[in-house]
Structure formats: structure tokens, C-alpha cells
């Protein structure tokens, strides 16, 4: 039977994010739909204020260095904007005003590498009110979906210009898979991936213990481990080599401790790519944080001891 969508009436963005997070605290949900209406002026509300930087990062046309891409990148910036705004303007019922972030190019052969899970976003005006309607092949809602509003509340800001403003939003957003993930960064890649293999080896041949315990730290850790959905080894790789040129000055149990950490998010990557057990994963992930943690800690020691 098919029925009509009830948009709940919503004052403040952060209630999305709420029911969200409330959705998926048991676990994973599949096809999870959020329907909302809400004032247009929401768009320039304190939530889009403190989200908004971040926001702006995923939709820069070329990706900041320390994002994998970004979804201006995919969707082509403020050309594909202004596609949106050119259709609304010509034809608000358009049902070409949208933008897409992926194609089937993009997605085979891909494996494990990082790809939008952000799809589609579909505008339409049908008097006062906007029709907005976004589509995620996963949403994480804890870290990521603050910034996904942000961004939903950018486009709006941009495809209203030239229109007659509207007075409400109607949005929906559908996941075919939403989850609640602690530790989630975003796609954010760690200080330590972004170097260079110059940095690194002149950390590790300066010796410089604070910078190498930073670069550690932002792999990850308990408490509070990062999870990393994509997963990256050149950075520690390079740490390691870096160290054994130079192991003298480094204790053994840290280098130990290193290599054993990158044989494990090594294996991550690998089950990653041919295993979708999660328990297996998981249980393979926490390996190389502990391995992590006494590397740290190895680092913490020596810093105590010159100090």
C-alpha cells in the first residue's frame, strides 16, 4: 500500500541529527527515512554555522589534502550548482535539477578505495516550498551527518538565488544503510598520511619524539580509537623504515611494537577487501591499535626520560 510521507515539523537542524543518532544506537538500519519540514531561514541557522568549514571542504571543487576527494569534486563544483539553479529557473518542477556523485565508472573495480557514500541530491519548488531529497548508499550519523546538513542548507543558499524565495524546505533523506560508528573521522586522513616520505625520515632521523607520538596519536588509539574507513599504511610504513636506519636511538620494544602494528592494518586492509565479517574485522583492527598503544607508550617513556 502506498502512502503519503509525513514531514515532521522541525525548529532547529539539530532534531534531524537527534533522531538520527536515536534511529541507530541499537545498531546498523537499513532504508532508514528521515522526512522534515522546516523554515527556509534554517539554512543560515547557528547548527549550518558551526558545521560549515567542514562543509565547505566536501564541496570544493578540488579536495582539500587531507580528504580522499571531496563531493564538489564529483558533482563538479559550482558548474553542477548552477546546472541545479538554471533548470529551477527555467522549469521549477524540473525533474533535472540534481546532482550526481557517482556512476558505475566510479564504483567497479573500486574494492576498498574511498568513494562517495553521499549519491544524489534532487531539488524542486512547487509554490512556497522547496522539495529536497538526498540519497546515501551509507550514512554515518554520528560525525558525518552534522555535515551533511550543512551542506544540504550551502546548496540551498545557492539554488534559491534567482528564485522566488521559499517560504518552507521539504526534505527527506534516505539511507539505504545508516550507522552510529564511535571514533568516526569522516574520511579525514591522519597528520602522519598526508607527510611526505621527507618528513617522515627526517622526523625519525632527527629524532623528534613529540612530532612522531602527534603522528601516532592521530592513527589512533585507546581510549577513543579512530576508525579508519580508509585505510592507509604508507605513513606508518614509512615511520618504520625511517626508525630501523636509526635504531640506536629509538627503544627496541617501539620498533617491535610499530612493525607489529603495520602487519596488522595491513591484514585490515586485506580482510576489508575480501571479508565482510565485521567481528573478524573488528577483532583484527583492535590488534593494531593495541600494537599502536604500546608504541606510544614506548614514545612516552623516552620523552619522560629526557625531560
Not at 558551526?50 to 564538489?72: C, I, K, N, T, Y
Not at 521559499?166 to 573521522?185: C, D, I, K, S
Not at 592494518?265 to 571479508?275: A, G
Request: charged fraction near 25%.
Amino acid at each position: 500500500m502506498v502512502t503519503n510521507l509525513v514531514y515532521k515539523k522541525i525548529e532547529v537542524l539539530d532534531t534531524i541529527w537527534l533522531d538520527a543518532k536515536k534511529a541507530c544506537k541499537d545498531g546498523i538500519v537499513y532504508n532508514l527515512v528521515l522526512a522534515y519540514e522546516f523554515k527556509v531561514s534554517l539554512t543560515d541557522s547557528p547548527f549550518v554555522t558551526v558545521h560549515e568549514e567542514r562543509a565547505r571542504e566536501w564541496q570544493s571543487e578540488v579536495a582539500p589534502s587531507h580528504l580522499p576527494f571531496s563531493h564538489g569534486q564529483y558533482f563538479k563544483g559550482e558548474t553542477g550548482m548552477q546546472h541545479v539553479s538554471n533548470e529551477l529557473k527555467a522549469k521549477v518542477a524540473s525533474r533535472r535539477a540534481l546532482l550526481s556523485l557517482i556512476s558505475m565508472t566510479d564504483i567497479l573495480g573500486s574494492g576498498d578505495a574511498a568513494i562517495p557514500s553521499f549519491m544524489v541530491a534532487q531539488f524542486g519548488k512547487m509554490r512556497q516550498t522547496l522539495y529536497v531529497t538526498e540519497y546515501f548508499r551509507a550514512l554515518e550519523v554520528g560525525k558525518f551527518l552534522p555535515i551533511n546538513l550543512a551542506e544540504m542548507a550551502l546548496m540551498i543558499r545557492k539554488v534559491i538565488i534567482g528564485l522566488e524565495r521559499p517560504e518552507t524546505v521539504r526534505l527527506v533523506l534516505l539511507a539505504f544503510q545508516a550507522h552510529l560508528t564511535p571514533g568516526f573521522h569522516c574520511l579525514e586522513r591522519a597528520p602522519l598520511d598526508i607527510a611526505t616520505g621527507v618528513e617522515i625520515g627526517a622526523t625519525t632521523a632527527g629524532h623528534d619524539l613529540k612530532k612522531l607520538l602527534y603522528w601516532l596519536e592521530g592513527k589512533g588509539g585507546w581510549p577513543g580509537a579512530r576508525y579508519e574507513s580508509e585505510i592507509i599504511t604508507s605513513g606508518l610504513e614509512g615511520m618504520v623504515e625511517g626508525v630501523k636506519l636509526c635504531a640506536s636511538r629509538y627503544p627496541p620494544q617501539f620498533l617491535s611494537a610499530l612493525n607489529l602494528a603495520v602487519q596488522s592494518l595491513r591484514r585490515v586492509k586485506e580482510l576489508r577487501i575480501s571479508c565482510s565479517e565485521e567481528r573478524i574485522i573488528d577483532g583484527e583492527y583492535r590488534k593494531y591499535v593495541r600494537h599502536l598503544e604500546v608504541a606510544m607508550n614506548e614514545l612516552r617513556r623516552a620523552l619522560d626520560g629526557a625531560a
